[in-house]
């Protein structure tokens, strides 16, 4: 089975910066996805690491450790508009198949 | 990006009728379409892999008899909640893969349907 771990909520300051973590233990590992969810959408894609290392785009950065099953989002220069849930999701086996942590609800303060 | 298309947005069903919902990807082709369902304050919950022209791949503890999902073409899949009930009320998110696609990033979601059984 997969196990997915994330923060259920963080809150951070307007203009800070703030790092998720997410951790996971799954077989057939294939890469880990970042989505953003405001509440009563659907998910959109943000980000998805397959190799060890920092990747960045623009405000928003993540990280992937493949060998100690972790990884991070990183959000620069936070805004208002960043409060969302940010959903840490598993890419593994055939089909493309996607397994999502239970999120973490963000809440950015003026 | 490509676009994923849910239709209906929102729905009212009394006990016991059964609700389609369909996920149409618009301007790409996908040999593979995937059906969430996500409770309040809760993370996506995958239910099944839509494959076109087969049969679909249910996840463990989902009914496939009560979730009935079809792939008939490239662009549309429908998943019928059969002989609803209140407990079936969720948020059901469809996401799609580019047939085109060569990076994994290409799964589009839907924009999710409000279920609401009473």
């Known amino acids: 089975g997969q196990n997915i771990d994330q923060p259920t909520e963080m809150t951070a300051t307007e203009g800070a910066i703030v790092q998720i973590n997410c951790t996971y233990q799954?077989?057939?590992?294939?890469?880990l996805f970042w989505y953003q969810q405001h509440a009563g959408e659907a998910p959109t894609f943000l980000s998805y690491?397959?190799?060890?290392g920092l990747e960045e785009k623009g405000r928003f950065s993540s990280f992937l450790s493949r060998s100690k099953g972790y990884s991070y989002l990183l959000l620069k220069e936070l805004q208002m508009k960043d409060s969302a849930s940010y959903l840490c999701a598993v890419h593994s086996g055939g089909y493309q198949k996607v397994t999502f942590g239970t999120g973490t609800k963000l809440q950015v303060i003026p | 990006g490509a676009v994923v298309s849910q239709h209906p947005s929102r729905v009212i069903c009394k006990s016991g009728t059964s609700v389609k919902i369909e996920c149409r990807s618009l301007?790409?082709?996908?040999?593979?379409m995937f059906w969430y369902r996500q409770f309040p304050k809760k993370s996506l919950m995958l239910m099944a892999t839509s494959n076109e022209g087969s049969k679909a791949t249910y996840e463990q503890g989902v009914e496939k008899d009560k979730f009935l999902i079809n792939h008939a073409s490239l662009t549309l899949s429908t998943l019928t909640v059969t002989s609803a009930h209140p407990e079936d009320s969720s948020f059901y998110i469809c996401?799609?893969?580019?047939?085109?696609?060569?990076?994994?990033?290409?799964?589009?979601f839907g924009p999710g349907t409000r279920l609401t059984v009473l």
């Open positions: 301007d790409f082709q996908a040999t593979t």
């Open positions: 690491n397959v190799l060890d």
């Open positions: 799954t077989s057939g590992f294939n890469g």
């Open positions: 996401s799609a893969r580019d047939l085109a696609g060569r990076s994994t990033d290409t799964q589009y």
